[in-house]
């Protein structure tokens, strides 16, 4: 079946300028979760959504930074005024409930010039 | 707050040479455990998870791990590593919140 979507898979942008990243996770799954990953680190927590709660936002990094999640589906993650330490690849993914083994996205790679 | 651990940052096998990645965490309550995978130019995946049961856990491609609650360990083991395994190995661990907590990954390459 169809697995986690993101878009786009590669996003160049100014410094100083607003993105906005896309994530279609798996049909029926109610957990939602944002990473980011940088090079030779881990994965960064930014987000949760599950279901119709309010989300955790205990890991974005900073107020530049914020995510909705429509219909309990689609979820986007905006930075604005970004910045060159915003450039990594960020990643989505679902799971069926909170907890459970999440399935990941293709991530989208953010250069900030 | 829990906190996850990867000893080995880079790690470089043979092929038929048996692995063993090193994940320690700290949580003191109940926890769900995780190693993925991340081949090559590929989506992180599941290789196995541990919730409750018995603490050997076997998953995909002949991949273990097992379980140490005495020790906050879950290590991951392959008797005899292909050149197919070459990739990024997480692991993670979930206690107390529904958001996992990653480790910093191993890289692993294995000659042929």
């Known amino acids: 079946g169809a697995g986690v979507s993101q878009s786009p898979s590669n996003k160049v942008t100014e410094k100083g300028k607003d993105v906005e990243l896309r994530c279609d996770p798996i049909s029926g799954h109610t957990a939602l979760y944002w990473y980011r990953q940088s090079l030779g680190q881990g994965l960064e927590f930014l987000i949760y959504f599950q279901g119709n709660s309010a989300p955790d936002k205990s890991g974005l990094p900073s107020d530049r930074f914020s995510a909705e999640r429509t219909g309990g589906s689609v979820s986007t993650l905006t930075i604005q005024r970004t910045q060159q330490e915003d450039s990594a690849v960020y990643l989505c993914a679902s799971s069926l409930a909170g907890g459970d083994e999440q399935y990941f996205g293709p991530g989208t790679r953010l250069t900030v010039t | 707050a829990q906190s996850v651990s990867q000893h080995n940052h880079h790690v470089i096998l043979s092929e038929a040479a048996s692995l063993e990645l090193g994940c320690n965490y700290s949580?003191?309550?109940?926890?769900?455990l995780f190693w993925y995978v991340q081949y090559p130019g590929q989506h992180l995946q599941l290789l196995l998870k541990y919730f409750s049961g018995d603490p050997l856990v076997k998953g995909i491609k002949g991949f273990e791990a097992e379980f140490i609650k005495s020790k906050f360990s879950f290590n991951l083991r392959k008797p005899s590593v292909q050149w197919s395994d070459t990739a990024e190995y997480f692991c993670?661990?979930?206690?107390?919140?529904?958001?996992?907590?990653f480790g910093r990954g191993t890289s692993l390459i294995v000659h042929p």
């Open positions: 993670a661990v979930s206690g107390g919140s529904y958001i996992p907590t």
């Open positions: 949580y003191g309550g109940t926890v769900n």
